[in-house]
C-alpha cells in the first residue's frame, strides 16, 4: 500500500479543560469606535470628552478592557471606545485602544527608581508653576521639571506667581537663556491676578500641563484661565515652608473660547492641572536626550565627544570646553561659556540622587 497524503482534516486539536470553545489571541477589529479624549481618571473609571467642538460632542464615562489591563491610561490620552458611547447618566463604555502618544511626560519617584510613572500624555508644553516665596523657589525641582520636559519633546514655559513678594529678575536671568519662555504674575489683594493674560496667551490653542509645588497657587492661576471651574485653593504651613495638597488626581479643563471665536480648524487648548509635587526622579532620562535640546552643543558633541562621554566639568576629552575655548571673540565666548554651563547644571540635576 503506498503512502497516504494527510491533509488538514487529520489534524485533531486537544480540547481545553475550560471548554470545547478553540482559544485564540484574535481580537475584535472594533472598527465602529469612537475616538474620545481623557480628561480625568477615577479609581478605574475614565472620562472622556468625545467629538470634541463638533455637533455631537458629549462626555462619556467609560473603563478599560480586559485586554488593556496592564496598559495604563493617562489624562490626555486619546482612546478608542466601544459600548454605550451616549453620554447618558449611567452609561459606561469600554476603552478598546490607546492612540499613539505624541508626547509622554514621565517621572520617577527618585532618582534609583526603575519604574516610570507617566504624567500626561500628548502634552504640547509643560507649565512650571514656581512661587518667589512662600514657599521658597527650588531651582533643583525646576532644573529636573525642564529635563523630563526637554526629554519628552516638549515646550518649557515658567510660571513664576507671586511676585508682589519677591523679585522674578533672578530666575527669569537662570531660565531665559536655555530657551525657557518665563511669565510673571502676582495677586493684588482681594483682586484679580495680575499677568494672567500673558499666561492665557502661552497657553492658548495648545495642550498645556501644570506643574509645581503644594501651595505655589497652580489652581488659583487654573480658576483664572477656566472661571468657573472651582479648583479648591490652599495655603502654605508657617512651620513646615510646605503648601496642602488641594488636587488629588490630573484634570484636563478646556479653555473657553476666545473673543471673537476660534478660527476654522483652530482649538481651544486645554490646560491639565496635576497634584501637588514634592520630589521629581530622573532615573528614566539618559543625558544624550537632554543635549538634544541644546542643538548648537548637541552638534559639537556628535561630531567631536568620544563614545560615552558625560559631559560633565570632569569628562576626560569632552569637546565642549575646546568649543568655549575657540569662540572668535569675547561676547561669544561668555555666550557659549553661559549656554554650556546651563546645559550642566541640568545634567547635574539628572546625575544628582537629591530629593529635592
Avoid at 71 to 81: I, L, M, T
Avoid at 87 to 97: F, M, N, P, Q
Avoid at 302 to 308: A, D, I, L, M, Q
Wanted: charged letters at 30%.
Amino acid at each position: 500500500m503506498g503512502r497516504r497524503v494527510l491533509d488538514e482534516s487529520d489534524v485533531r486539536s486537544r480540547p481545553s479543560r475550560r471548554g470545547t470553545r478553540p482559544r485564540t489571541k484574535q481580537r475584535p477589529a472594533h472598527e465602529d469606535a469612537a475616538r474620545g479624549m481623557v480628561t480625568a481618571v477615577d479609581r478605574g473609571r475614565y472620562t472622556l470628552l468625545l467629538d470634541e467642538d463638533g455637533p455631537d460632542e458629549r462626555t462619556v464615562v467609560a473603563m478599560k478592557a480586559r485586554e488593556l489591563n496592564r496598559d495604563r491610561v493617562v489624562c490626555g490620552d486619546g482612546v478608542d471606545v466601544v459600548g454605550d458611547t451616549s453620554g447618558g447618566e449611567g452609561t459606561l463604555a469600554r476603552i478598546v485602544r490607546i492612540g499613539e502618544r505624541r508626547t509622554v511626560l514621565r517621572r520617577t519617584a527618585d532618582d534609583t527608581d526603575p519604574y516610570e510613572r507617566i504624567v500626561v500624555a500628548n502634552a504640547d508644553q509643560l507649565v512650571i508653576v514656581t512661587a518667589l516665596a512662600q514657599p521658597e523657589p527650588r531651582t533643583g525641582f525646576i532644573d529636573r521639571a525642564v529635563v523630563a520636559a526637554y526629554d519628552a519633546g516638549m515646550d518649557v514655559l515658567l510660571c513664576l506667581t507671586k511676585a508682589d513678594l519677591a523679585s522674578a529678575d533672578e530666575l527669569r536671568d537662570l531660565y531665559e537663556p536655555i530657551g525657557v519662555r518665563v511669565v510673571v504674575t502676582r495677586r493684588e489683594p482681594d483682586g484679580p491676578v495680575v499677568g494672567v493674560d500673558a499666561l492665557r496667551d502661552a497657553v492658548a490653542g495648545r495642550v498645556s500641563v501644570l506643574l509645581g509645588h503644594s501651595g505655589v497657587g497652580k489652581s488659583t492661576l487654573v480658576n483664572a484661565l477656566v472661571p468657573g471651574t472651582g479648583r479648591a485653593t490652599g495655603h502654605v504651613n508657617d512651620v513646615t515652608g510646605r503648601g496642602r495638597h488641594t488636587s488629588t488626581s490630573a484634570v484636563a479643563l478646556r479653555l473657553p473660547v476666545p473673543d471673537g471665536g476660534l478660527a476654522p480648524g483652530a482649538r481651544r487648548g486645554w490646560v491639565i492641572d496635576t497634584p501637588g509635587i514634592r520630589s521629581f526622579g530622573l532615573a528614566h532620562v539618559e543625558v544624550d536626550r537632554v543635549l538634544r535640546a541644546f542643538e548648537d552643543l548637541d552638534a559639537v558633541a556628535v561630531e567631536r565627544c568620544p563614545r560615552g562621554c558625560t559631559h560633565l566639568a570632569d569628562a576626560p576629552d569632552c569637546a565642549l570646553d575646546a568649543w568655549v575655548d575657540e569662540a572668535p571673540d569675547d561676547v561669544v565666548r561668555e555666550a557659549r561659556a553661559a549656554r554650556l554651563a546651563s546645559f550642566r547644571r541640568l545634567v547635574e540635576a539628572r546625575a544628582s540622587a537629591e530629593r529635592d
